[in-house]
């Protein structure tokens, strides 16, 4: 059977969430400045330390994120409560500044990484399933680029392929180990992969913070945009992996590259 009136209508949001601008336009947009400005003002070391506290911030989130929630908890989403909470926790590392990065980064990539588990059990997704729990990782792969992506190389479906493999390895040794643990090998790997996608983006959080006008209220906009991008990729990866379970995935990706 074909996708009904209403499946083919989420398809086409879901695409619209995932092929949308990324953060950077996102944040320049409501700064009312391009975020270029703040890339210039960057200590010139900041690239290492962005990579170092992505990688920490995501081995983190994997099992301080599902300790912290139940798979039969409320149906919807509570995107909201995510929202505020990031702004409280970009508004407390606005005031400190840059300098703040590697302690806010993991608290603020746990509570997205709950955000993005929460709309997974929204979608019907079993939180506790080493699929969904790699398919949550897949989604901070989402809305950036990696420093070697051509232009073919970075839509929905090219990065869920570039990821392929090292999602395979982590959804079998979660299977076989049952536990989560971010410095499993098999995770490590994942992860490495991953973080070098959201580094960018990171850094794209890190230049708009850079900004002069920023300090704590800034901080907590730029969290709050932060935290809604990731929740706008993770809407839409997880209506299309929905969607798959239903109509199967080649069908599904064709009608998405139709759209």
Do not use: W
């Not at 993991?106 to 955000?115: G, K, L, W, Y």
């Not at 850079?210 to 969290?223: C, D, F, K, T």
Request: aromatic share 6%; charged share 20%; net charge positive.
């Amino acid at each position: 059977m074909g996708l009904n009136e209403k499946e083919l209508k989420e398809l086409k949001e879901a695409k619209r969430l995932l092929e949308n601008p990324g953060l950077a336009v996102k944040l320049s947009n409501a700064l009312g400045a391009p975020i270029e400005q703040g890339f210039d003002m960057l200590p010139k070391k900041m690239g290492s330390a962005v990579k170092i506290a992505t990688k920490t911030a995501l081995e983190k989130a994997v099992g301080a994120a599902v300790m912290t929630m139940n798979q039969d908890s409320q149906p919807k989403a509570s995107n909201f409560f995510h929202k505020a909470a990031a702004a409280a926790s970009g508004a407390a590392g606005g005031a400190f500044g840059l300098a703040a990065l590697s302690v806010e980064l993991p608290i603020s990539t746990v509570i997205m990484f709950r955000s993005i588990l929460d709309i997974a059990r929204e979608n019907g997704e079993n939180i506790r399933s080493p699929s969904t729990l790699a398919a949550g990782l897949e989604v901070f792969a989402l809305g950036g680029r990696s420093e070697g992506d051509d232009a073919g190389e970075t839509g929905y479906y090219a990065v869920r392929t570039a990821l392929s493999r090292t999602v395979g390895e982590a959804v079998e040794y979660l299977a076989r180990k049952g536990a989560v643990d971010g410095t499993a090998p098999a995770l490590v790997r994942l992860i490495s992969t991953i973080a070098s996608r959201f580094g960018i983006v990171v850094s794209e959080k890190a230049a708009a913070s850079a900004i002069p006008i920023i300090g704590a209220a800034g901080g907590s906009l730029v969290n709050t945009l932060f935290m809604n991008h990731f929740q706008c990729m993770a809407k839409g990866h997880f209506t299309v992996r929905r969607l798959e379970r239903t109509h199967g995935k080649e069908e599904i990706k064709r009608l998405y590259e139709q759209l």
